[in-house]
């Protein structure tokens, strides 16, 4: 069987998953029933969810290991329990693992006896452009803000149906970004999505077997949550480059606004060092006659987030990666068999130039692309845990005819000193350089490649509130050395709730 008759299987059988959504939505509804109960049961002795289970606030120096549990993409990595509870109530507020504290006893009670975990939090990025180079973007600041509610719920504990779990997310996104304004090929914030809305992102069912050796799962996911996906430098950077290598999974139009479509994925953790994964998921994006990238790569279609529809064909990732304690090894490869073509309009020597994706029966069918990541300490003071300097590097690879990007190859290196200031053990100061090179057709000797620029200090104030002054220097905006150089200043704000 070849690969596009494996796809168009695969595509066949996620149709039979829409009971999924309705189980999903369903639990989530009856889980309310419990919180009054709950709420009158005499204190617990140990008011702290389980690490495995929990949401809480963004970890900035951990050890890279971490990065081999599964995480949504925006969702903060845990940290260790909270200290003792104070006397002081403003005291055990600026402790709290979280902005809303455990709720009189009510959150810590809802995962301890139910599996139910309620997180969530609010990222926020204030931004200016005191030069926006030649181009003729207008200097100004922006705002970028997304709140996310996350609810993960153990049913083992809560039917005792041993394995198997629920991760529902719901999100609101609004604002704009100064980056995108100036024309450059990198956003000034990590947003993940060019639309206002309010909305169900993500849900799965998860079913873990043979003491976690395999997991299943089945939902509405997102391809960038699990492939080429850092979560322990989520935190650690703005720009999406040095934490995402999504350009691999979106050149194969893997689905962008919104990243979350119908797909089903398997995990192998056949060591506690190795881990593969493979994904196929419905490209399900607004409507392929359409030839405006708004119209082809759009939320439009399922605004609510609820819809299982499933068309246009699919995207296949898979991912290898090499996991220990002072670093970690990735290696992935994402394809779609759709006939897809790139149209090319405008000019590049004018930097008018404007890509165009979409659908065309005679078109060639199949679009590779791979990606490569290497995160490694190599300084570490007290030998095991998270503090130190560690260095990392991502490269990504594509054809030079297909895709919806109008580049084809990425080069990301990062440089990370955590906690290496007295006192200051939770905080960081990072460095990192985006290289992004335009694909070989549409090279000429002023339109090859941007270079991006991004430093910043990571201020953990409290365990819930995290501050990040930013400076990024945007070289060559859109890849056309006569637009310039722009010089984005600011800060960005994360509260876990």
Same mark, same amino acid.
């Given at each position: 069987? *070849?690969?596009?008759?494996?796809?168009?299987?695969?595509?066949?059988?996620?149709?039979?998953?829409?009971?999924?959504?309705? @189980?999903?939505?369903?639990?989530?509804?009856?889980?309310?029933?419990?919180?009054?109960?709950?709420?009158?049961?005499?204190?617990?002795?140990?008011?702290?969810?389980?690490?495995?289970?929990? &949401?809480?606030?963004?970890?900035?120096?951990?050890?890279?290991?971490?990065?081999?549990?599964?995480?949504?993409?925006?969702?903060?990595?845990?940290?260790?329990?909270?200290?003792? /509870?104070?006397?002081?109530?403003?005291?055990?507020?600026?402790?709290? !693992?979280?902005?809303?504290?455990?709720?009189?006893?009510?959150?810590?009670?809802?995962?301890?006896?139910?599996?139910?975990?309620?997180?969530?939090?609010?990222?926020?990025?204030?931004?200016?452009?005191?030069?926006?180079?030649?181009?003729?973007?207008?200097?100004?600041?922006?705002?970028?803000?997304?709140?996310?509610?996350?609810?993960?719920?153990?049913? =083992?504990?809560?039917?005792?149906?041993?394995?198997?779990?629920?991760?529902?997310?719901?999100?609101? =996104?609004?604002?704009?970004?100064?980056?995108?304004?100036?024309?450059?090929?990198?956003?000034?914030?990590?947003?993940?999505?060019?639309?206002?809305?309010?909305?169900?992102?993500?849900?799965?069912?998860?079913?873990? @077997?043979?003491?976690?050796?395999?997991? @299943?799962?089945?939902?509405?996911?997102?391809?960038?949550?699990?492939?080429?996906?850092?979560?322990?430098?989520?935190?650690?950077?703005?720009?999406?480059?040095?934490?995402? /290598?999504?350009?691999?999974?979106? =050149?194969?139009?893997?689905?962008?606004?919104?990243?979350?479509?119908?797909?089903?994925?398997?995990?192998?953790?056949?060591?506690?060092?190795?881990?593969?994964?493979?994904?196929?998921?419905?490209?399900?994006?607004?409507?392929?006659?359409?030839?405006?990238?708004?119209?082809?790569?759009?939320?439009?279609?399922?605004?609510?987030?609820?819809?299982?529809? &499933?068309?246009?064909?699919?995207?296949? *990732? =898979?991912?290898?990666?090499?996991?220990?304690?002072?670093?970690?090894?990735?290696?992935?490869?994402?394809?779609?068999?759709?006939?897809?073509?790139?149209?090319?309009?405008?000019?590049?020597?004018?930097?008018?130039?404007?890509?165009?994706?979409?659908?065309?029966?005679?078109?060639?069918?199949?679009?590779? *692309?791979?990606?490569?990541?290497?995160?490694?300490?190599?300084?570490?003071?007290?030998?095991?845990?998270?503090?130190?300097? /560690?260095?990392?590097?991502?490269?990504?690879?594509? !054809? /030079?005819?297909?895709?919806?990007?109008?580049?084809?190859?990425?080069?990301?290196?990062?440089?990370?000193?955590?906690?290496?200031?007295?006192?200051?053990?939770?905080?960081?100061?990072?460095?990192?350089?985006?290289?992004?090179?335009?694909?070989?057709?549409?090279?000429?000797?002023?339109?090859?490649?941007?270079?991006?620029?991004? @430093?910043?200090?990571?201020?953990?104030?409290?365990?819930?509130?995290?501050?990040?002054?930013?400076?990024?220097?945007?070289?060559?905006?859109?890849? *056309?050395?006569?637009?310039?150089?722009?010089?984005?200043?600011?800060?960005?704000?994360?509260?876990?709730?």
């Amino acid at each position: 069987m *070849n690969s596009s008759m494996l796809q168009a299987e695969c595509i066949k059988s996620l149709r039979g998953i829409a009971w999924i959504r309705h @189980l999903v939505l369903v639990v989530a509804a009856l889980t309310v029933g419990f919180i009054p109960a709950l709420g009158q049961d005499a204190p617990a002795k140990n008011s702290f969810v389980d690490a495995s289970h929990r &949401i809480s606030e963004p970890q900035q120096s951990s050890d890279l290991s971490n990065s081999s549990q599964p995480a949504d993409a925006a969702q903060p990595a845990s940290s260790e329990a909270s200290p003792s /509870a104070s006397s002081d109530p403003l005291l055990n507020f600026w402790n709290s !693992p979280t902005l809303t504290g455990d709720w009189g006893g009510v959150r810590s009670k809802l995962a301890e006896k139910r599996g139910i975990t309620i997180g969530g939090f609010w990222d926020n990025g204030y931004f200016a452009d005191p030069s926006a180079g030649n181009t003729r973007a207008n200097i100004g600041e922006s705002n970028w803000s997304r709140i996310r509610g996350i609810l993960d719920i153990d049913m =083992n504990k809560l039917v005792h149906i041993k394995g198997l779990s629920l991760h529902i997310t719901s999100t609101y =996104n609004v604002g704009s970004d100064v980056g995108a304004n100036m024309g450059s090929l990198v956003n000034a914030v990590g947003n993940n999505t060019g639309y206002h809305q309010l909305r169900l992102d993500s849900w799965w069912a998860r079913q873990d @077997l043979f003491n976690s050796k395999l997991s @299943l799962y089945v939902g509405q996911i997102s391809g960038v949550d699990f492939f080429g996906y850092l979560p322990q430098d989520f935190a650690h950077f703005e720009t999406l480059g040095p934490y995402y /290598a999504p350009l691999a999974l979106y =050149n194969s139009f893997e689905s962008f606004d919104p990243l979350t479509t119908p797909a089903a994925m398997i995990e192998i953790n056949p060591t506690k060092h190795v881990r593969i994964r493979s994904m196929i998921q419905s490209i399900t994006e607004g409507n392929p006659a359409d030839p405006a990238i708004s119209g082809f790569y759009n939320w439009t279609d399922n605004p609510s987030g609820t819809s299982e529809a &499933i068309r246009d064909g699919g995207v296949w *990732n =898979n991912e290898i990666a090499y996991l220990y304690g002072s670093g970690e090894a990735h290696f992935g490869a994402s394809y779609s068999g759709a006939r897809a073509y790139t149209e090319w309009t405008g000019s590049a020597f004018s930097g008018t130039l404007v890509t165009t994706p979409g659908f065309q029966s005679n078109s060639n069918g199949g679009d590779e *692309n791979f990606y490569w990541i290497l995160k490694q300490y190599v300084y570490r003071p007290d030998g095991h845990s998270g503090r130190g300097i /560690a260095l990392g590097a991502t490269y990504v690879y594509g !054809p /030079a005819d297909k895709g919806f990007l109008p580049y084809n190859r990425q080069l990301v290196v990062t440089a990370e000193a955590n906690g290496l200031i007295p006192k200051r053990p939770k905080d960081s100061i990072n460095f990192s350089f985006n290289y992004l090179d335009i694909r070989g057709p549409l090279q000429i000797p002023i339109f090859k490649s941007e270079k991006v620029y991004e @430093l910043n200090y990571v201020l953990q104030v409290n365990r819930w509130l995290m501050w990040m002054p930013n400076l990024q220097i945007h070289q060559d905006i859109g890849a *056309n050395p006569l637009n310039g150089t722009g010089v984005i200043i600011g800060f960005r704000s994360m509260i876990t709730f």
